[in-house]
C-alpha cells in the first residue's frame, strides 16, 4: 500500500533561518506531488506541485522554493524563512494519469518562524 | 485561474441534524471534485468526491451533489453525530491542479 512520509511534526525557526522541509512517498511510481500551507484557521493554499523529477511549477510568488530530486522525494526550502511564513505544511501525492485523483496528504509539519 | 468559494465558513447543527455545505467554482473546465475532512490538528482526507460526468454521489451518511450548468456543488451530511464535527473542505481539480475552499467548520453538538 501507498504510504507518505513528512518531517519534522513540529520546527520552531528564528527569523532569517534557513529552512528544508522533506516529503516522501512509498509504494507507488511517478506520483505528482504537491506542497500547501495552510495558515492558523484557514484553508489550504497550493505552494508547488512536480509531475516528474526536476520538474516543478510555482503557484505563489514568495522565499520558497521546491526540489524534487528522486522520482518519490519532495523538498520545500527556504533560505531565509520570514514570520509569514509561519503555518501548517502539508505534502501531498496524487495518482498520474488522463483523470484526477484525490489527494493523499502526509501529517504535516507545523513551522512557527519566531 | 480557478477560484473555489465556500459557504458557509461555520455551521453549528444539532446531533441528529443535517448538515449542508455549498461550494461554486469559477473554471467550468474543472472536472473533479473532492471533499476533505480535517479533524484538528490533523491532516485533510479525503471523504468523497465526483466527477463531471455525475450529478449526484452516495455513501453511507454522506452525499454530493454537482450542478456542472450553475457551477455549484454542494455536500450533504445527514444524521450528523458529535465526530462527523471537523473542518471540511470542497475542492475543484482539472488534471494536476486542485484548488480548494476556505474550509467550513461543522460543530454538532450532542
Known amino acids: 500500500s501507498q504510504t507518505i512520509h513528512q518531517w519534522p511534526a513540529t520546527l520552531v525557526q528564528p527569523v532569517g533561518s534557513p529552512l528544508s522541509l522533506e516529503c516522501t512517498v512509498e509504494g507507488t511510481s511517478n506520483p505528482n506531488l504537491y506542497w500547501y500551507r495552510q495558515a492558523a484557521g484557514r484553508g489550504l493554499q497550493l505552494l508547488f506541485y512536480?509531475?516528474?523529477?526536476?520538474?516543478i511549477s510555482s503557484e505563489v510568488p514568495q522565499n520558497l522554493s521546491a526540489s524534487r530530486p528522486q522520482d518519490r522525494q519532495f523538498i520545500l526550502s527556504s533560505k531565509k524563512l520570514l514570520l509569514s511564513d509561519s503555518g501548517f505544511y502539508l505534502c501531498a501525492w496524487s495518482g498520474r494519469g488522463g483523470l484526477s485523483y484525490g489527494y493523499t496528504f502526509g501529517s504535516g509539519t507545523r513551522l512557527t518562524v519566531v | 485561474g480557478e477560484n473555489v468559494e465556500q459557504h458557509p465558513s461555520t455551521l453549528s447543527v444539532q446531533e441528529g441534524d443535517s448538515a449542508v455545505i455549498k461550494c461554486t467554482y469559477s473554471d467550468s473546465a474543472s472536472n473533479y471534485f473532492p471533499w476533505y475532512k480535517q479533524e484538528l490538528g490533523k491532516r485533510p482526507q479525503l471523504i468523497i468526491d465526483?466527477?463531471?460526468?455525475?450529478g449526484e454521489k452516495k455513501d453511507q451518511r454522506i452525499a454530493v451533489t454537482l450542478n456542472k450548468t450553475a457551477k455549484h456543488f454542494s455536500l450533504h451530511i445527514t444524521e450528523t453525530q458529535p465526530e462527523d464535527s471537523a473542518v471540511y473542505f470542497c475542492a475543484a481539480s482539472l488534471q494536476i491542479k486542485t484548488i480548494f475552499g476556505a474550509g467550513t467548520r461543522l460543530f454538532v453538538k450532542a
Open positions: 512536480s509531475v516528474g523529477i526536476g520538474q
Open positions: 465526483i466527477r463531471s460526468n455525475v
